[in-house]
């Protein structure tokens, strides 16, 4: 397979995802929208084109693992395992119902191929680093993805298990940062500002730190993993400059946190994205 070929197919995998997101968060009829949709192009790449699992042995000791941090995007989550077959898809239609094994956020005694549970922001990458020096120190070839938030990154604990991983050259890490500049009470910069923005902080404590100019853009993203799994003695952040609510037509012009549209604005934004998924998978 070309490389043009297989960026085509994460397209179509990243559409895949953002359709069956907006399903899942719509059978609920309200959730986590923005910070689910943004990253819809990371999951894809990711699962499409690094993970090395298995959907039929989601705890098997060679896989490599994946760590939502901000852990109330889960229903991106929920869609991609989905699809890459650790169960049927459409049984995350059940998300945060009684009983169900689709929380809210990820939790790793629930569902299948979630390999640590989160929710509390700032816990999930301390999570990570954790699981990086422990496969490291078994001498596992295995690594870990985390996605965090820009929001998340006002957390104390993230800067100290940045500062954990950098000191212990954890070089099997790779963190995302999904920079879509808003949170839950607003935008990013008048809520807690960056100061010199969030690749300056990882860089500052000696990180390798690639930031993506579209972080909606599959073949960015898949670029810049491939350069970062070059890096050694050191983890990597690759900071996604990305679009909080991307494709949900009631979302996007907002870049709401959470959302409760009416049923009308549900059925447009799920047919939006079934075009969109359409026309993209056409081009094959």
Request: aromatic share 8%; with cysteine; net charge negative.
């Amino acid at each position: 397979m070309t490389k043009q070929e297989k960026m085509q197919e994460l397209r179509v995998f990243a559409e895949q995802i953002r359709l069956e997101t907006l399903k899942i968060i719509g059978a609920r009829g309200f959730g986590h929208v923005g910070g689910s949709m943004s990253l819809a192009e990371t999951m894809a790449v990711v699962y499409g084109a690094y993970m090395n699992i298995d959907p039929k042995n989601p705890r098997w000791e060679d896989r490599d693992w994946f760590v939502l941090s901000k852990g109330h995007a889960g229903p991106v989550m929920y869609a991609t395992l989905g699809l890459k077959g650790f169960y049927p898809v459409s049984d995350a239609y059940q998300l945060n119902q009684p009983g169900t094994i689709f929380p809210s956020h990820t939790d790793r005694n629930k569902t299948p191929g979630v390999d640590l549970t989160t929710g509390s922001l700032g816990q999930g990458i301390g999570e990570a680093v954790g699981a990086a020096l422990g496969l490291k120190t078994q001498g596992k070839n295995s690594r870990v993805y985390v996605a965090v938030g820009d929001g998340e990154s006002d957390e104390g604990a993230v800067w100290e298990a940045a500062q954990f991983a950098a000191h212990y050259k954890l070089d099997n890490l790779i963190c995302f940062v999904d920079d879509n500049k808003r949170q839950l009470d607003g935008a990013v910069d008048k809520v807690m500002s960056h100061g010199k923005g969030i690749a300056a902080k990882f860089d500052a404590f000696g990180w390798n730190v690639i930031t993506v100019a579209d972080g909606n853009d599959v073949e960015q993203i898949y670029d810049a993993v491939a350069d970062a799994l070059k890096v050694k003695n050191m983890p990597s952040c690759i900071v996604l400059n990305t679009i909080k609510g991307k494709g949900a037509t009631f979302a996007e012009s907002t870049g709401a946190h959470s959302s409760q549209p009416s049923k009308e604005e549900w059925d447009e934004a799920i047919a939006a994205a079934e075009a969109r998924y359409a026309a993209v998978k056409g081009q094959n």
